[in-house]
């Protein structure tokens, strides 16, 4: 059996649920694969960068060769994406004077609408719109630019205009007392979800915690704390996934907006006004080595100024090497490989690449023997680095598919990256 299963899951949870399997379902061998690493093999790649846009909160983890390098998260999700309708949702019963019978109380505790009927509209109907500073806004918010002139029938000349041209839709709501329909605007479900997931706040993102960054400051600090290499192959291959990465417009939002981040910011950690003036000040700039006016200067280094120019080592011209001329035309043979861009990708999901791996008899890192379980549980896990990675996969060949005649029991096991934090 095969769980696939975040690496940040706590142990409790997870001692739990190995209990459940081992003695419920009688499992022999349980394998734990990485819920990023898998969404990575269902899109075809060794290294990604996955955003799981989830229900409790947002998570980003860079994969690197099917292993994660770094994980970090932010509360904003789903949960609060709901939290927040439900309380436009009432707002506007409340101006309506439609609330009823079932607005009592202070009201701030009370829910007025059921969480069936939030999540409902949450799932059809909520998008989320351009950023302003995206080319195709500016271009339909300049003056100069004509207005495009929306088709309308002739029949319907001198008519009142209909909602719809207003951006206006009817919800029905059958569990406020009594039911009723509300009459809801596209740009303030869009409104909602900028507040929860691209929060605009001064000073960002120092103003934030560390645990409520919006999502496009999540994702840009991430990539800019991971190592270069990583980086370059990571922001090449981002892939979203979780349930609220199916809101109209949410991927392409968090796109552009980390795109901006980086177009205006760049990869440079160091911020604030010294590096401002360092960049402004051509004087505070620090040049290359200069020639000094020492007379044993011109006796060590005879031919350090040629035709009027400073020559040292660091302007200096490397010298041809044909082996490496030859490995660079090979290389512009080979297929373009995307680094150092930022692209996205689509995944089949977690599951489709857990399905795969299993199918491949790829051998799991974190192996769990029922016996070795049952003897001791969690407790008897020993740290990765504390195993033989090389003899496990010799003495097995796949989750659960073959193991040799010594048993699992008899050799040391590992949690991998879930009993690492």
């Not at 960049?279 to 200067?297: C, E, I, Q, V, Y």
């Not at 791996?357 to 003897?375: E, F, G, S």
């Not at 796949?398 to 699992?408: I, N, V």
Request: proline share 5%.
């Amino acid at each position: 059996m095969a769980l696939v299963l975040p690496p940040v899951l706590p142990l409790p949870l997870l001692a739990t649920i190995l209990d459940l399997l081992f003695n419920r379902f009688q499992s022999p061998l349980i394998s734990l694969l990485s819920s990023g690493a898998m969404a990575a093999v269902a899109a075809g790649v060794r290294s990604a960068l996955v955003v799981d846009l989830g229900w409790t909160e947002t998570v980003v983890t860079s994969v690197y060769e099917y292993r994660e390098a770094r994980c970090t998260r932010s509360i904003r999700g789903g949960k609060l994406l709901v939290e927040r309708t439900h309380e436009m949702l009432k707002g506007l019963l409340r101006k309506h004077g439609a609330a009823g019978e079932t607005d009592k109380g202070d009201g701030d505790e009370q829910h007025i609408v059921s969480f069936d009927e939030c999540e409902d509209v949450v799932t059809r109907l909520m998008w989320c719109k351009k950023s302003s500073s995206s080319p195709s806004h500016r271009d339909s918010s300049d003056s100069s630019v004509l207005p495009t002139v929306q088709e309308q029938d002739e029949s319907e000349h001198g008519a009142a205009p209909s909602t719809r041209n207003k951006g206006l839709f009817h919800v029905p709501l059958k569990s406020t007392h009594p039911p009723t329909t509300m009459e809801l605007s596209y740009s303030a479900l869009a409104d909602v979800c900028e507040s929860i997931y691209f929060e605009d706040r001064p000073g960002a993102p120092h103003s934030f915690d560390d645990e409520e960054l919006p999502v496009s400051w999540l994702v840009y600090q991430h990539l800019l704390k991971l190592p270069v290499d990583v980086r370059a192959v990571c922001m090449s291959r981002i892939i979203f996934t979780g349930g609220c990465s199916r809101i109209l417009g949410l991927r392409g939002r968090i796109f552009e907006d980390v795109s901006g981040l980086v177009a205006a910011r760049g990869w440079d950690s160091v911020t604030g006004r010294g590096v401002e003036a360092l960049k402004n000040n051509p004087k505070l700039r620090r040049h290359g080595s200069r020639p000094t006016n020492d007379g044993n200067a011109g006796a060590t280094l005879p031919h350090a100024e040629q035709d009027g120019v400073w020559h040292d080592a660091a302007n200096a011209d490397p010298e041809t090497n044909v082996i490496d001329a030859q490995l660079d035309k090979e290389k512009k043979k080979t297929p373009l490989v995307f680094q150092g861009q930022l692209r996205a990708l689509e995944s089949l999901g977690a599951w489709s690449g857990a399905s795969l791996t299993c199918q491949l008899k790829v051998m799991a890192i974190a192996t769990i023997d029922r016996d070795a379980w049952l003897q001791n549980g969690i407790n008897g896990a020993s740290k990765p680095t504390e195993v033989d990675l090389k003899a496990q996969q010799r003495q097995s060949m796949g989750p659960g598919l073959m193991r040799t005649a010594t048993g699992m029991g008899d050799r040391s096991w590992t949690l991998g990256a879930w009993g690492a934090t």
